[in-house]
């Protein structure tokens, strides 16, 4: 069983940055491939970036390369997502998922543990 918490959402500015953390429980999570997802009202959830369980591999959507940074710190059972120059159209609902079997990629269906949120909100 993994159990995640994410912080760290709340309302920014056009331009801004923000940090979101996902701190996880249980023994599986040094072993876990790890992902953000995000969801807009009205809309569907969207993959944002993984890492593998090492933290050596990382992918992220075409959409947000060059703005957001995952990583992972193993020793503290904690996975970050960098957000740099937000822009409005990044307001969603951001999830943290872990995949236990440690394949990770884009696909939502693939992770089996997830948070139960935090809203990030870009002011224009």
């Known amino acids: 069983q993994v159990q995640l918490v994410e912080s760290g959402g709340g309302l920014v500015q056009a331009g801004g940055s923000r940090r979101l953390s996902c701190v996880a429980s249980?023994?599986?999570?040094?072993?876990?491939?790890m992902g953000w997802f995000r969801q807009a009202p009205g809309k569907e959830r969207e993959f944002v970036a993984t890492i593998s369980w090492t933290g050596v591999s990382t992918y992220y959507a075409d959409s947000l390369k060059g703005r957001f940074t995952i990583s992972r710190d193993n020793a503290k059972n904690t996975v970050y997502l960098q957000m740099n120059s937000l822009k409005p159209e990044d307001t969603a609902v951001y999830y943290c998922?872990?995949?236990?079997?440690?394949?990770?990629?884009?696909?939502?269906?693939?992770?089996?543990?997830w948070g139960q949120g935090t809203q990030v909100t870009v002011s224009s």
């Open positions: 998922a872990a995949d236990s079997l440690s394949i990770g990629g884009t696909y939502y269906g693939r992770y089996d543990y």
């Open positions: 249980g023994r599986t999570f040094s072993r876990a491939a």
